[in-house]
């Protein structure tokens, strides 16, 4: 068969066998959770809440204050012992609500059960549930779901994409949700669509997901949802790897998918949105998968968000002692090394990746030896080379003019250089060093 792709990128060495025959399990209850205030693109919550009071499961603790952004609710039923600025995974500390449980479980399931007749609500009723229930991208991304599904009145929308890849290695929890639950996401999906108000919808799923496929074909036959099979390529499931994969279009440097007519949403995103309308449930636990050759059990676990790294890692049989390891909160090529196992779950953290010994990525970084391979595999034409060097200098005017902003962090050139330079390290640098000097 002739899959559908998109250019340049690499074949990594995937590692999902650890997981992907793995079911969903269900994690411990933790007895404590930190719930930070800010778990997605945009601006932070205002907390709602202060030390002492009491709360229940799914009560909102902060409160959305502009457009873009996302209310955040308490995973468990508790106190509220402090608010404090705390490790966060995604990198340096974010005002967070510290939460001791007490033991009490809500059973969503017997709660508001309002129906799955989609007939009854408007896409404006829609688009407000998804929005209370503080959904953001569940792919890694975390950009608020209602935005995304609120484009502008004056960008024509035509197509909706809802991402089944999971291209990154050791990740297994969209596919064992796709296998497990493909009912609920297609609802989700069908969801999200009337919010947009967009009849034809695609599921783009990696062939290396041969059960994913076959469950989501089977609810999906004689529909307006049309199962496309892709080439399994790191990273597929980049938004616009996928816009190219399934529609041929291309999404121009600085634009975004709505600017070609598609929304694209994440399968845990789906799923998060079904729990959001039948069950009145916000999202307070996700699926994640814990793997990685340093992990003595890897698992696919459903977690309370604000639950410790430590905790989930405890479930799995813990760390694998011997050696040096790294702990990532993400897969091997875009997730982000962590300093403590204190850090908590977040609503973007798809999986916990422990690698060790060789996996390890080394320290001796060698001099450039102008291979071209980085530009070779970079999916959207960029000289990594070239921007790793203005990143590291902070050449912040020459980064941005050689395009720096438009790398989407794919990390396929540090994969490839064979003089192991951090690449995307430098280019994340350039960045953020970028972004902070334009907000001066
Ligand atoms: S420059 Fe950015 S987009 Fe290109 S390969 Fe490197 S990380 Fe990926
Ligand atoms: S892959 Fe590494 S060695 Fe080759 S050109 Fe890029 S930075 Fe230089």
Same mark, same amino acid.
């Given at each position: 068969?002739?899959?559908?792709?998109?250019?340049?990128g690499?074949?990594?060495?995937?590692?999902?066998?650890?997981?992907?025959?793995?079911k969903?399990?269900?994690a411990?209850?933790p007895?404590?959770?930190?719930?930070p205030?800010?778990?997605?693109?945009g601006a932070?919550?205002?907390?709602?809440?202060?030390?002492?009071?009491?709360?229940e499961?799914?009560q909102?603790?902060?409160?959305?204050?502009?457009?873009v952004t996302?209310?955040?609710h308490s995973?468990?039923s508790?106190?509220?012992k402090d608010?404090e600025?705390?490790p966060?995974?995604?990198g340096?500390?974010v005002?967070s609500?510290?939460i001791e449980g007490?033991?009490?479980?809500k059973?969503?399931?017997n709660?508001?059960?309002?129906?799955?007749?989609?007939?009854?609500?408007?896409?404006?009723?829609?688009?407000?549930?998804?929005?209370?229930? #503080?959904?953001?991208?569940?792919?890694?991304?975390?950009f608020?779901?209602?935005?995304k599904i609120?484009?502008?009145k004056?960008?024509k929308?035509?197509?909706?994409?809802? *991402?089944?890849?999971e291209c990154?290695?050791?990740?297994t929890?969209?596919h064992?949700l796709m296998v497990?639950?493909?009912?609920?996401i297609?609802?989700?999906?069908?969801?999200?669509?009337?919010?947009?108000g967009?009849? *034809?919808?695609?599921?783009?799923?990696?062939d290396n997901k041969?059960d994913a496929i076959?469950?989501?074909?089977?609810?999906?036959?004689?529909?307006?949802?049309k199962v496309?099979?892709?080439?399994?390529?790191?990273?597929?499931?980049?938004?616009k790897?996928?816009?190219?994969?399934?529609?041929n279009?291309k999404?121009?440097?600085?634009k975004?998918?709505?600017?070609?007519?598609?929304?694209v949403?994440?399968v845990?995103t789906?799923y998060a949105?079904?729990?959001?309308?039948?069950?009145?449930?916000?999202?307070?636990?996700?699926i994640?998968t814990?793997s990685?050759?340093?992990v003595?059990?890897?698992?696919?676990?459903?977690v309370r968000?604000?639950?410790s790294f430590?905790d989930?890692?405890?479930?799995?049989g813990?760390i694998?002692?011997?050696?040096e390891?790294?702990?990532?909160?993400?897969?091997?090529?875009?997730g982000?090394?962590q300093?403590?196992?204190e850090?908590p779950?977040v609503k #973007?953290?798809?999986?916990?990746?422990?690698l060790?010994?060789?996996?390890?990525?080394p320290?001796k970084v060698d001099?450039c030896?102008?291979c071209?391979g980085?530009v070779?595999?970079?999916?959207v034409?960029?000289?990594?080379?070239?921007l790793?060097d203005?990143?590291?200098?902070y050449?912040?005017?020459?980064?941005?003019a050689w395009?720096?902003?438009?790398?989407?962090e794919?990390?396929c050139?540090?994969?490839?250089c064979?003089?192991?330079r951090?690449?995307?390290q430098?280019?994340?640098?350039?960045k953020v060093?970028v972004?902070e000097?334009e907000?001066?």
């Amino acid at each position: 068969m002739n899959l559908r792709t998109f250019d340049h990128g690499i074949h990594p060495s995937y590692s999902k066998e650890l997981t992907q025959n793995k079911k969903i399990e269900k994690a411990i209850l933790p007895k404590k959770v930190v719930i930070p205030l800010q778990q997605h693109i945009g601006a932070p919550c205002k907390p709602l809440i202060k030390k002492g009071d009491a709360v229940e499961e799914g009560q909102k603790i902060g409160e959305a204050t502009t457009f873009v952004t996302a209310p955040v609710h308490s995973s468990i039923s508790g106190k509220v012992k402090d608010i404090e600025r705390l490790p966060y995974p995604g990198g340096g500390k974010v005002l967070s609500v510290i939460i001791e449980g007490d033991g009490a479980i809500k059973e969503w399931s017997n709660s508001t059960d309002i129906g799955l007749s989609l007939g009854m609500y408007t896409p404006e009723a829609l688009r407000t549930i998804i929005k209370e229930a #503080g959904i953001v991208g569940m792919g890694g991304a975390a950009f608020p779901t209602h935005v995304k599904i609120s484009p502008p009145k004056d960008k024509k929308i035509d197509a909706f994409i809802l *991402n089944g890849c999971e291209c990154e290695p050791y990740l297994t929890s969209d596919h064992r949700l796709m296998v497990e639950e493909s009912e609920k996401i297609v609802w989700g999906m069908k969801t999200l669509m009337k919010a947009v108000g967009i009849e *034809n919808g695609y599921i783009g799923i990696e062939d290396n997901k041969p059960d994913a496929i076959e469950a989501v074909d089977r609810i999906t036959k004689d529909s307006n949802i049309k199962v496309v099979v892709l080439e399994t390529k790191y990273p597929q499931g980049a938004e616009k790897m996928l816009i190219k994969a399934i529609l041929n279009r291309k999404v121009p440097v600085g634009k975004l998918p709505m600017d070609v007519g598609v929304v694209v949403n994440n399968v845990g995103t789906a799923y998060a949105v079904y729990e959001a309308i039948k069950y009145n449930k916000p999202l307070i636990e996700r699926i994640v998968t814990v793997s990685g050759n340093g992990v003595k059990e890897p698992k696919n676990l459903r977690v309370r968000v604000g639950t410790s790294f430590e905790d989930v890692l405890n479930q799995c049989g813990g760390i694998t002692m011997d050696g040096e390891r790294e702990v990532l909160n993400g897969g091997p090529m875009m997730g982000i090394s962590q300093t403590t196992l204190e850090v908590p779950v977040v609503k #973007g953290t798809s999986g916990i990746t422990v690698l060790s010994g060789e996996e390890i990525k080394p320290g001796k970084v060698d001099p450039c030896i102008r291979c071209g391979g980085c530009v070779e595999v970079c999916p959207v034409n960029l000289m990594p080379y070239k921007l790793g060097d203005l990143g590291r200098l902070y050449r912040l005017d020459e980064f941005k003019a050689w395009g720096g902003l438009t790398c989407i962090e794919c990390g396929c050139c540090s994969y490839t250089c064979p003089s192991k330079r951090p690449l995307l390290q430098w280019i994340r640098v350039g960045k953020v060093k970028v972004r902070e000097k334009e907000k001066l």
